[in-house]
């Protein structure tokens, strides 16, 4: 009877895995996807996409002090999956910062190669998004809808560094982790990675989808190699920033 036992271990062992990965999808990104995909059935049934377009960071009160409380708020209650993330982790067994590659140290190598993957993925990045606006597959994306306060920018920025941890934690550390513990194969993780990160940027279009499914290729597999989280932190930081505080300053002169 022992070894029966032991031969069930592995499959039950892999099933509270999924599970867990199944509830963390669920509270975080997973949800997003859902309702990406949602929001672009709908934009389709409505017209053309070319003609419809969507805002990020919207503001969330037309009293100032209230906005700035939600923002906030949004960003604690945004991260809280990623500290979940940590806790499983961690109780599991694994020292989740080194395992995640989040830890600093090597900042100026991690800072460097956050800067070069910024490069190699925003301007690629901006092509397919006006190639898919040119041919219609692309919603207009504001990346900027709040008001101009004293705080907008810190709360941009701030909203750049929430959204990074969230998917480069959960999508591109967590999410490779995991299904490496439950035996995938490396073409298998990669996939699901890229194809969860294409799929919670489908509300803005067909183009933004396919652009950020390449970039989860690229991430996920340069986390499965390194195992370093904090390079691709740093790159998709700044890229919000870039998208994020540019257009805020600059919205009276861009024109998407």
């Known amino acids: 009877m022992q070894p029966a036992a032991s031969s069930s271990a592995p499959s039950r062992i892999q099933l509270l895995l999924g599970l867990e990965i199944l509830v963390v999808l669920a509270l975080s990104l997973g949800r997003s996807a859902f309702y990406s995909i949602m929001a672009l059935i709908d934009a389709f049934t409505r017209g053309p996409l070319s ?5 990020l960071n919207r503001s969330a009160s037309e009293r100032p002090w209230f906005d700035l409380v939600y923002q906030l708020a949004d960003a604690v209650f945004t991260l809280a999956p990623v500290a979940l993330v940590l806790l499983l982790l961690t109780v599991t067994g694994t020292r989740a910062v080194q395992a995640l590659g ?7 190598r991690d800072a460097l190669w956050g800067v070069a993957l910024t490069a190699c993925i925003g301007l690629p ?9 040119a041919l219609g597959a692309t919603l207009e994306v504001i990346p900027a809808a709040l008001d101009q306060h004293w705080w907008t920018v810190p709360v941009l920025i701030l909203h750049a560094l929430k959204n990074a941890l969230v998917e480069e934690v959960i999508v591109a550390g967590y999410l490779v982790l995991r299904l490496e513990q439950m035996g995938w194969q490396p073409v298998a993780i990669t996939a699901t990675s890229a194809l969860l990160r294409g799929a919670y940027h489908l509300y803005q279009g ?3 989808g396919l652009a950020n499914m390449l970039m989860g290729v690229v991430f996920a597999e340069w986390f499965r190699r390194t195992r370093r989280t904090m390079p691709l932190i740093i790159a998709h930081t700044l890229l919000d920033v870039v998208a994020f505080v540019g257009y805020a300053l600059l919205r009276d002169v861009i024109s998407t």
């Not at 989040?102 to 100026?108: E, S």
């Not at 990045?125 to 606006?133: C, F, N, S």
């Open 51 to 55: 003609e419809q377009s969507t805002a």
């Open 206 to 208: 067909i183009g933004p």
């Open 125 to 133: 990045g901006l092509a397919i998004y006006y190639l898919g606006r």
């Open 102 to 108: 989040m830890d600093a140290r090597r900042p100026v």
